[in-house]
């Protein structure tokens, strides 16, 4: 086998080094990862950057051209990603858009959500925008966390407090691809940021979201999991249980303890089990009957994520307390429908 470029390769490899070598800031040299730990100034050099090389066809540049991309071949892909780390080029702030979402939209979206989505997802502005946002609201209300044991801090219903966040609560273009997973009309049950802190050091232990709510008649509910920033293992990405999405009638579990979900049923023990590192700007839905845990945060950095949780629009309360619902002065029986609780499309 003949290993070596051929002529039209190494002329691509000149082509790319002299652009880099013509437009590369000389302030964003080195700076490979920096989308990973940049502060709110650096982040949008970043975003502008990625729109210069964007602008030059250098972006999602293996996307076939209906898409927007050059259908370029692994091979150029392979020089491109060369040259940039020879030039000392950024990365793209939205890796995970590019390289993953993208491309599954591509081959299993219907044409509808690829006009609607695609287009959108070469940009980074959303995700610098909300990564902003949220680790401006973290500062002002961290003390207000529900969990004060170490685990994660968590913030309930931030979009009736933040404008900023509010948007990405009740985003429409999450909100439509939740509805065609679930398959019925849903509504926002609440929102929630959820922080490991640096070095939390802590697991939040395998569990299902679905008993600690206080709902009842309905016929689905699922979380949107965002994540503002690159959240690799380490950082405390997420495990799920394969094939339990079907599971109902379990009691809550404890998040501190890893054998509270495998006492209520050992068989799950021997389940598969998935773990999705994702980068920043990254959604992953997941049933509120499946089983997750989230690994401890061993970074320098906080590990935040903003979740959308849906619920089935026509569901109804319980009668359980709940931190939602306990000021809203509900009646067991009641539909869980006013403005507390939008459709969001």
């Known amino acids: 086998m003949n290993f070596d470029f051929s002529e039209q390769e190494e002329a691509f490899r000149k082509e790319v080094r002299h652009w880099l070598e013509t437009n590369l800031p000389d302030d964003l040299r080195g700076r490979a990862f920096a989308s990973s730990r940049a502060d709110r100034d650096e982040v949008r050099r970043l975003r502008a950057w990625q729109k210069t090389m964007h602008a030059a066809g250098y972006v999602g540049m293996d996307w076939p051209r209906e898409f927007g991309g050059r259908g370029a071949s692994i091979v150029e892909m392979v020089i491109l990603y060369q040259e940039m780390a020879r030039a ?10 590019i390289s993953m979402l993208g491309p599954t939209l591509m081959k299993h979206g219907t044409p509808a959500q690829q006009k609607r989505f695609l287009p959108r997802i070469l940009t980074a502005e959303e995700v610098a925008h909300f990564n902003a946002a949220a680790k401006a609201y973290l500062e002002r209300n961290r003390a207000s966390s529900l969990h004060k044991d170490g685990v994660f801090t968590q913030l309930v219903n931030v979009w009736q407090h933040d ?7 009740l985003h429409p273009r999450i909100a439509r691809v939740g509805e065609q997973l679930a398959g019925i009309p849903l509504r926002i049950w609440h929102d929630q940021m959820l922080v490991k802190e640096p070095h939390n050091d802590a697991a939040t232990e395998f ?54 979900l495998f006492e209520v049923d050992p068989e799950l023990r021997w389940l598969p089990r998935v773990t999705l590192p994702l980068r920043a700007g990254d959604c992953t839905f997941h049933s509120s009957y499946t089983g997750h845990m989230a690994l401890p945060n061993r970074t320098d950095l906080a590990r935040i994520a903003h979740v959308n949780i849906y619920m089935d629009e026509a569901t109804r309360f319980n009668g359980n307390p709940h931190v939602v619902t306990s000021p809203l002065g509900l009646n067991a029986g009641d539909r869980l429908d006013s403005e507390t609780f939008p459709r969001t499309w």
Not at 163 to 169: A, F, G, R
């Open 88 to 97: 000392e080029s950024p990365q793209f702030v939205n890796r995970g858009g």
């Open 163 to 169: 404008d900023e966040m509010k948007s990405l609560t």
């Open 207 to 260: 569990h299902q979201d679905r008993p600690y709510w206080p709902h009842q008649d309905d016929r689905g509910s699922l979380s949107a999991w965002i994540a503002l920033v690159d959240v690799p293992p380490e950082r405390g990405c997420m495990t799920f249980l394969s094939e339990t999405q079907h599971l109902k009638g379990f009691r809550p579990q404890n998040l501190r303890d890893e054998e509270d």
